[in-house]
């Protein structure tokens, strides 16, 4: 389900200081905690595990450092160097190489040049990895794809960058992106946005996702599919099976702990699945995000928290 009104009231949540604190507290103290359905773990030790049993399932994965919207460049240059110690977890480990990361994490609220070097720093250190750029809010977007194209640019083309089904300039950004050869991930949306930016039913979302998942399928450079949604999902394999395109050639990618059956089910059949497994302790607001897009994970959590407490 994708109702806008479901986004707000779960945005709203997410800002609360309180339920923040009770979260911190409850929501991921044991294995069992209800916010483990969704989040890999508060340590790198504890993503690491998880992408080691993924990836012993066939299935691909990229590991993200939750956090966002820094206020400070201290707290923007303690999150690149938390990054930098994780590549090196990372490399380490023996586990694939690939990174998810958020722009306003390394301080595009604060200074875009910081961010710009914060970057760099990390694309520096993480030789022989793809690191993909996840995108926020629309108010983030022009900046974004700004930053992006100027270190792609430079040299730097081991980087992806994200875009989202349900903003109306999407398809433009996309050209853009395909112009310069870069890797997209193509999501539906899951911030809350004006009416003049967005598609607010769901109908419209799943229609634009669908004339994007065309183009990306046969102009684009290695897509990945990143939704759960099981008709978008075989839309995108009749598609690629109608225009002759090997399962090799794009990857389908979804949430960790969401539709596991999905994921080894196209596993068998022949397709890449990659999971997108998030961790670290500023976890709250990506959870609050998970469930404004499908609010029947409520039930869930609310268990779980009477469970815990």
């Known amino acids: 389900m994708l109702d806008s009104a479901s986004k707000t009231f ?5 800002g609360s200081r309180v339920l923040s604190h009770v979260a911190a507290r409850y ?32 299935c691909l994965q990229t590991l993200d450092y939750l956090g966002e919207s820094v206020a400070s460049l201290a707290e923007a240059d303690a999150a690149t160097r938390d990054y ?20 306003t994490q390394l301080g595009l609220d604060v200074d875009r040049a ?18 993909r750029v996840d995108m926020e809010s629309s108010r983030y977007t022009d900046v974004t794809l700004d930053i992006f194209e100027l ?6 083309h081991q980087i992806g960058i994200v875009l989202q089904a349900d903003l109306y300039r999407t398809e433009q950004d996309l050209r853009r992106v395909m112009r310069l050869g870069a890797r997209v991930r193509l999501v539906k949306g ?42 978008l999902i075989d839309q995108t394999r009749r598609m690629a099976h109608e225009q ?35 961790f670290g302790r500023q976890w709250f607001p990506y959870f609050m995000r998970r469930l404004g897009e499908r609010p029947a994970n409520v039930g869930f959590v609310i268990r779980g928290i009477l469970g815990e407490r």
């Open 10 to 14: 779960f945005h709203l949540l997410a």
């Open 27 to 58: 929501g991921m103290r044991k294995p069992t905690s209800f916010a483990r359905r969704f989040i890999a773990g508060r340590t790198a030790e504890e993503a690491i595990a998880a992408a080691r049993t993924i990836e012993a399932t066939g």
């Open 84 to 103: 930098l110690t994780v590549i090196d977890q990372i490399i380490g480990s023996g586990i694939g190489r690939n990174l998810s990361l958020k722009l």
């Open 114 to 131: 910081s961010t710009v070097d914060n970057l760099r720093k990390i694309l520096a250190r993480a030789d022989g990895f793809f690191v």
């Open 151 to 156: 270190l792609w640019e430079q040299g730097y």
């Open 190 to 231: 899951a911030y809350k946005e004006p009416r003049s930016m967005a598609y607010k039913h769901k109908a419209d979302v799943d229609a634009a996702y669908a004339r994007l998942i065309k183009v990306l399928l046969t102009e684009g450079n290695y897509p990945a599919i990143a939704t759960h949604d099981p008709v």
């Open 244 to 278: 002759g395109i090997a399962a090799d050639r794009f990857e389908f990618q979804m949430l960790y702990g969401i539709r596991r059956d999905l994921q080894a089910g196209l596993v068998q059949d022949g397709y890449r699945v990659r999971v997108y497994v998030p």
